[in-house]
């Protein structure tokens, strides 16, 4: 049975950064994709970035330039290192993974889902 934990939520004020990290147990190999979501209560989830193994990642475009998704493929671990984090960025954040040939950001191409940890950003 594939799992998910996340792992690194907290508070911070704007402008500040935070670290989130998701392992993955289960699998006999590796997922083809990796991916981030976020969800606000009342609102869908919204893809935040996406990883396949040897491609390059997906961003939404609210976090380009501001979020990094790295993976370590071998060990079935991703990370998200989030800057310059803005109110807006306040969410229950997902880790998600799948085997689509193409990694995006809907939820419909993952099929296994972490409990979510909490991120903060208060102005």
């Known amino acids: 049975q594939v799992r998910l934990a996340e792992s690194g939520g907290g508070s911070v004020q704007a402008g500040g950064s935070l670290s989130l990290s998701c392992a993955a147990s289960g699998y006999t190999g590796n997922p083809a994709c990796m991916a981030w979501f976020r969800q606000v209560p009342g609102k869908g989830r919204e893809g935040v970035a996406a990883?396949?193994?040897?491609?390059?990642?997906t961003y939404a475009e609210s976090v380009k330039g501001r979020f990094t998704i790295s993976r370590e493929s071998d060990k079935n671990r991703m990370s998200l290192r989030m800057s310059s984090l803005k109110p807006e960025d306040t969410a229950m954040y997902f880790c998600?993974?799948?085997?689509?040939?193409?990694?995006?950001?809907?939820?419909?191409?993952?099929?296994?889902w972490g409990q979510g940890t909490q991120v903060t950003v208060s102005s």
């Open positions: 990883i396949a193994r040897y491609t390059a990642p």
């Open positions: 998600a993974s799948g085997d689509r040939a193409i990694c995006t950001l809907n939820t419909d191409a993952y099929n296994a």
